[in-house]
């Protein structure tokens, strides 16, 4: 559940609120219930902009966090390579991104070969975005286990976990 999509039926939903409210014959009644509505439209705003769970992803808090860290040897890596871009936007590069498959496909064993064999020394920041969509069999995770990395830290960047994998 997220608030901000309630925005597209929004208007809809003031139309048939204005439709309602000038049906109320009394305007005693009607005053009161347009300053309740317009009471809990405020507080609901207020709640809602003060609220850091309802902020978009920090995409931001993700790179500086990634590009920060003391090791020499990392490597950030994604389900697919079609998310890039939020990543590419806000990096220095000062850590390479990979992106495990191309296009609208699941993460298959060989793409983690491939992609995934230079890197046997360095530490994975694993920016688990859309996994459910691109690697719902968690591949990224089995193989990464299987070829001797160990997860020492989850973050989370708003909506956006990180996993930190080693080598053993």
């Not at 850091?52 to 003391?70: A, C, H, K, N």
């Amino acid at each position: 559940y997220q608030p901000f999509r309630l925005l597209l039926v929004l208007p809809a939903f003031y139309l048939l609120l204005t439709w309602g409210i000038s049906q109320i014959r009394t305007t005693t009644i009607r005053i009161i219930v347009v300053v309740f509505i317009l009471l809990v439209n405020l507080i609901s705003a207020g709640v809602y902009y003060t609220n850091p769970y309802f902020y978009r992803e920090d995409w931001r808090g993700l790179v500086q966090f990634i590009e920060s860290q003391p090791k020499e040897e990392k490597v950030a890596i994604l389900p697919s390579y079609n998310s890039y871009w939020p990543y590419e936007y806000y990096s220095t590069k000062k850590v390479p991104l990979v992106g495990l498959s191309d296009g609208f496909r699941m993460v298959e064993e060989r793409d983690l070969e491939k992609r995934l064999q230079h890197y046997s020394e360095s530490t994975i920041y694993y920016i688990r975005y859309l996994v459910p969509m691109f690697d719902p069999q968690e591949q990224t995770v089995l193989w990464l286990n299987q070829n001797g990395f160990v997860k020492i830290k989850e973050v989370s960047f708003n909506q956006i976990p990180v996993w930190i994998y080693e080598p053993i």
